[in-house]
């Protein structure tokens, strides 16, 4: 009799979920999720966690197919070698494929005192204790969140709108990925909630204290909370493993997503670095990156060659609290374009997509395999771009 196929996947975030799910294909494949936590964190909602009006998140036993096995555990290491992860538990999950899933994270914040001072918006763990910050803080108290990304949009717009006084420190330009027409756009719905936008020259924050954060242009601006969301990072621990990383930790794959060290080992979403031209870190890339994951690794159980990727991200949708939003468009290439759709619609558009996406989780338990992207959103320049680097032949294995 033929043995199980045994699958451990690292992470169970959007991307690691969608891997573990499309896995299940095969009657003959073993699957192990592990994750630091019991229950599914639903990221992209942690903003609303934060002001209340959402939890962020759900049940795995809605969202993993029965035969997935949930390990909730941390892995401190994985031994390529022995085709092992070692847990934080003491215990140890054995492989003979690995999907690294780990997901992102804020990057360690180098500014002094903000560490100390500022709170973080990365978890679930900060997000439940921000909250409870502001729920001991004054109703006048001054909020300044740090970081003009869509987390840190999105949580300036949603705290204004429970009637905090809200200051959004950008460090440079508000929504760096925003077209300038989606730009204003949002900089007027802002200003209509009453948030003070700080953008351009001298907004970066140079420290931050117990009750100020000062800028580089040396006004030091009153802050009895402060929130950070600038700059993203991930775990380190494909580093810690030994792997090939890029600059940021991202383990370095092919174009299949199969690490460059070991076959064995495959990547998906924020975590990976496929040929060192990694994809916008995000849900929308993570929902692509997992499934691409899953079937490299069927390929290589069925003693098939696994197809290089093909896909694009083509928006960025940002909730300006519970009534209006932004859904900025772009190329197939992740840059923004002139057409967006704001007010309303875009609200109404961007919640539709965060259940949509929950709800596509929980499908994939139920039929795996089922998810396919249409051709149209696939990046043909992605491609191009490659074939310049490497003459004729695409980066895989």
């Not at 964190?41 to 049940?59: E, K, N, P, S, Y």
């Not at 847990?87 to 690294?100: F, N, P, V």
């Not at 997992?290 to 083509?314: K, N, Q, Y």
């Not at 992740?334 to 499908?363: S, T």
């Amino acid at each position: 009799m033929t043995e199980n196929t045994r699958v451990v996947v690292i992470g169970g975030g959007y991307a690691g979920v969608l891997a573990a799910n499309r896995l299940t294909q095969r009657d003959d494949v073993t699957v192990t999720l592990v994750n630091p936590r019991p229950g599914f964190v639903d990221r992209i909602r942690l903003h609303q966690l934060v002001a209340g009006t959402h939890d962020a998140v759900a049940d795995y036993r809605d969202l993993l197919a029965g035969s997935v096995g949930l390990v909730v555990d941390t892995v401190t290491r994985i031994d390529a070698a022995g085709r092992r992860v070692l847990l934080a538990s003491g215990g140890t999950a054995g492989y003979d494929y690995l999907i690294y899933a780990v997901g992102s994270g804020g990057a360690e914040p180098a500014v002094p005192g903000a560490a100390e001072f500022a709170c973080p918006l990365d978890t679930l763990e900060q997000a439940r204790r921000l909250r409870a910050t502001l729920d001991a803080a004054p109703a006048t108290a001054a909020v300044t969140v740090v970081g003009a990304g869509p987390t840190g949009i999105e949580t300036a717009a949603e705290l204004a709108e429970a009637g905090r006084a809200v200051t959004l420190v950008c460090g440079g330009v508000l929504g760096p990925y925003l077209h300038p027409r989606g730009r204003r756009s949002v900089a007027g719905q802002l200003a209509r909630l009453g948030v003070t936008v700080l953008d351009g020259p001298g907004t970066t924050v140079t420290a931050v204290t117990r009750d100020a954060v000062r800028l580089g242009d040396g006004r030091d601006l009153r802050s009895d909370v402060t929130v950070w969301t600038a700059g993203f990072g991930v775990p380190d621990l494909a580093a810690r493993s030994g792997l090939s990383t890029d600059a940021v930790g991202r383990l370095r794959t092919d174009e299949t997503l199969t690490s460059v060290d070991d076959e064995r080992i495959v990547a998906a979403g924020d975590a990976a670095a496929p040929s060192d031209l990694p994809f916008r870190m995000s849900c929308q890339a993570a929902v692509q990156l997992g499934p691409h994951a899953a079937d490299t690794v069927l390929s290589r159980i069925a003693g098939e060659r696994p197809a290089p990727l093909a896909l694009a991200l083509v928006s960025q949708c940002i909730s300006l609290g519970r009534r209006v939003g932004i859904m900025q468009f772009a190329h197939r290439n992740d840059v923004a374009m002139r057409f967006h759709v704001g007010g309303r619609p875009a609200a109404k558009l961007k919640e539709l997509i965060c259940r949509g996406i929950v709800w596509q989780l929980a499908n994939q338990a139920r039929r795996p395999g089922s998810l396919n992207y249409p051709a149209w959103a696939k990046d043909p320049e992605r491609r191009k771009v490659l074939r310049a680097a490497n003459g004729d032949a695409l980066p895989t294995r």
